[in-house]
């Protein structure tokens, strides 16, 4: 789908001259949160939003700064935000920084873009003319006419199947073996297994608490129907735990099997400083 597809056309706009009261009434009034604001060539020239209208004097919410912040903000930005929460005019408080697509967009290059800005809708611009604008509400309304019509259509469970089936297909997380996938009226009964690992942990990662092992949580799941896996994930818990050994007792080695140099001083020859980190220097003249 395009943004065209789904945005509202005639949207209702209002011109820079516009006052700031009456752009707020046109605004509940029709229950919008954005007005694009046109110039008298019909050029769209900004957006007024919420979000440019919370910060009024009027209701005592500009911000409020330290006075040394002020110094190092400048005059010029003092100004500009003063102009903002005080401003009479559209053209005055609306924003200029207008972020827009086409009709051609693809819905989620469009979805995408407001996500990274943070903003809720999006003008469709034909050049410089307004065409339209995609809202949030624009995709409520065009994922519910593509829920309902779904749950009015009428297939057969071989159909179900194979759609499940290609839609698994492309999914990468989906495991080759161990899935199964049954239909019966319309319902479908899905079984398998997935291993997981919580945001690219290990379960060797911490030395001295470790995780509920894959074995472990294979097992409880009662998926006894896969021993091949289960065998491999138990030789790779019992690598892990030798591993762990091994750097354990490296560990034990380094910190109490370093003699220091006498020639540096830092301790008597026959006794071992006992510190994990040491210098470099020490390194080297051990080595020599």
Not at 40 to 67: A, F, N, W
Not at 90 to 97: G, K, L, R
């Amino acid at each position: 789908m395009k943004a065209a597809d789904i945005m509202t056309r005639n949207a209702l706009t209002v011109g820079r001259e516009t006052s700031v009261a009456q752009a707020i009434r046109l605004m509940l009034d029709n229950n919008v949160s954005g007005l694009p604001v046109l110039a008298d060539d019909g050029k769209v020239i900004g957006i007024l939003t919420e979000g440019d209208l919370l910060r009024r004097s009027e209701m005592g919410t500009e911000r409020h700064r330290p006075r040394w912040l002020e110094i190092f903000m400048g005059p010029g930005r003092m100004a500009s935000e003063y102009v903002r929460t005080h401003g009479r005019k559209v053209e005055e408080i609306m924003t200029t920084d207008l972020i827009s697509v086409t009709g051609d967009t693809p819905l989620d290059e469009v979805v995408g873009l407001m996500e990274r800005r943070r903003i809720k809708r999006v003008p469709v611009l034909d050049g410089d003319a307004l065409v339209g604008v995609v809202s949030r509400t624009d995709l409520l309304r065009s994922l519910l006419h593509t829920l309902e019509a779904q749950h009015s259509e009428t297939r057969r469970d071989d159909e179900i199947l194979e759609q499940i089936l290609a839609e698994l297909a492309k999914a990468a997380w989906v495991p080759r073996d161990g899935l199964s996938i049954s239909v019966n009226d319309g319902i479908v009964d899905l079984n398998g297994v997935i291993l997981e690992k919580r945001s690219g942990r290990r379960c060797v990662s911490s030395p001295r608490m470790h995780p509920a092992s894959e074995a472990s949580r294979i097992t409880s799941s009662g998926s006894n129907r896969c021993p091949e896996l289960l065998s491999n994930l138990r030789r790779r818990e019992s690598e892990r735990r030798q591993s762990d050994n091994f750097r354990e007792k490296s560990n034990a080695g380094f910190s109490f099997g370093i003699r220091c140099c006498p020639r540096l001083g830092c301790g008597p020859p026959d006794r071992g400083c006992g510190a994990i980190a040491v210098e470099q220097p020490c390194w080297r003249l051990i080595e020599e």
